[in-house]
Nanobody, 113 residues
Framework: QVQLVESGGGLVQPGGSLRLSCAAS????????MSWHRQAPGKKRELVAT???????NYRDSVKGRFTISRDNAKNTVYLQMNSLEPEDTAVYYC???????WGQGTQVTVSS
């Protein structure tokens, strides 16, 4: 069965960095586009970044220039490098296979001094 397991979240000060990882299993990872989403308290879940099977990327405007999505098909893993973090980035971050409703359990990112 499809499994997505996120890791790498935590508490970081404003301006800091974190790298999230999402380990995938149960499907042919390399042929699927993947995405990162986030949900802040009291807000709707929003798309943060996507990466196609060919490694083309796309980002929401508020994270452009700060976040980088990447993938390692040999490790069946998708990453989200987050730099220059802001308090507004505080949320639970989820990875998703873009085809089908397959989500990970989420990892909490808190940006606070």
């Amino acid at each position: 069965q499809v499994q997505l397991v996120e890791s790498g979240g935590g508490l970081v000060q404003p301006g800091g960095s974190l790298r999230l990882s999402c380990a995938a299993s149960g499907f042919s990872f390399s042929i699927y586009a993947m995405s990162w989403h986030r949900q802040a308290p009291g807000k709707k879940r929003e798309l943060v970044a996507t990466i196609t099977s060919g490694a083309a990327t796309n980002y929401r405007d508020s994270v452009k220039g700060r976040f980088t999505i990447s993938r390692d098909n040999a490790k069946n893993t998708v990453y989200l490098q987050m730099n220059s973090l802001e308090p507004e980035d505080t949320a639970v971050y989820y990875c998703k296979r873009t085809v089908g409703s397959y989500w990970g359990q989420g990892t909490q990112v808190t940006v606070s001094s």
